[in-house]
């Protein structure tokens, strides 16, 4: 163990803080049209290391973060995507439920922004570790763990002044094929990172109020 000292604020500190951080994170909106200006490979590594301060099950970090930037591999990735979704779509994996609860947000199987982002950033969550000798690491609370790692993720992007969005394809076993990744990770999301077109558009949504996502007792 070691030392720990958080610095402690006032509370007129703390709700400044806190307000203006909701207040950042509530512009956020998921972009489908981005921009194919570059961004810095350094800025989106800074917002995996974020990712990275999550805590996990026994402290395992059982996550992958795979930035990819090659414009030939993203085309391979958007292509996959493609034929996944629109035999989701127009081939009936998906529930008519389902479609009926994405048609306000106009999703399709066209995945353009695949392609058009500057990054790909595919997150795997990693079932098992495994040791230097071959030998298998358990890991624990995987999904929770890479969750929270995703969530500030997003956070982090959007601090910086770039757009994502949470894409999951579904199945998304294409991706462990194409990036060549190793058997104990599984895809568990995939964010194009980069700027938004200009003048684009996002979805009129409302989110939940304080009460709808609120219990004190």
């Known amino acids: 163990m070691v030392p720990y000292d958080q610095p402690r604020r006032t509370v007129d500190e703390m709700t400044q803080r806190a307000t203006g951080f909701y207040e950042l994170l ?3 909106r998921s972009v489908r049209s981005f921009a194919t200006d570059p961004v ?10 974020a990712a990275s301060t999550a805590p996990s099950g026994a402290h395992r970090q059982p996550w992958t973060f795979v930035l990819v930037g090659d414009p030939a591999l993203k085309t391979r990735i958007r292509q996959a995507a493609e034929d996944e979704e629109t035999e989701n779509y127009q081939g009936g994996r998906l529930p008519a439920e389902w479609r009926e609860a994405l048609a306000p947000l106009g999703t399709d199987s066209g995945k353009p922004y695949l392609e058009d982002a500057p990054w790909l950033v595919i997150l795997f969550e990693q079932r098992y570790g495994v040791a230097e000798n071959g030998d298998t690491i358990k890991n624990y609370y995987v999904k929770e763990s890479v969750g929270i790692a995703a969530g500030i993720f997003v956070a982090a992007i959007h601090n910086m002044g770039l757009s994502t969005l949470t894409h999951t394809p579904s199945p998304m076993a294409f991706l462990t094929r194409i990036l060549n990744r190793p058997e104990n990770e599984r895809p568990f999301a995939l964010f194009p990172v980069g ?7 996002v979805p009129d949504l409302t989110r ?6 609120l219990i004190v007792r």
């Open 26 to 28: 509530n512009t956020r």
């Open 40 to 49: 810095p490979q350094e800025l989106v590594e800074r917002a995996v290391m």
């Open 195 to 201: 700027f938004p077109v200009p003048g684009c558009t």
């Open 208 to 213: 939940k109020s304080r009460d709808d996502v």
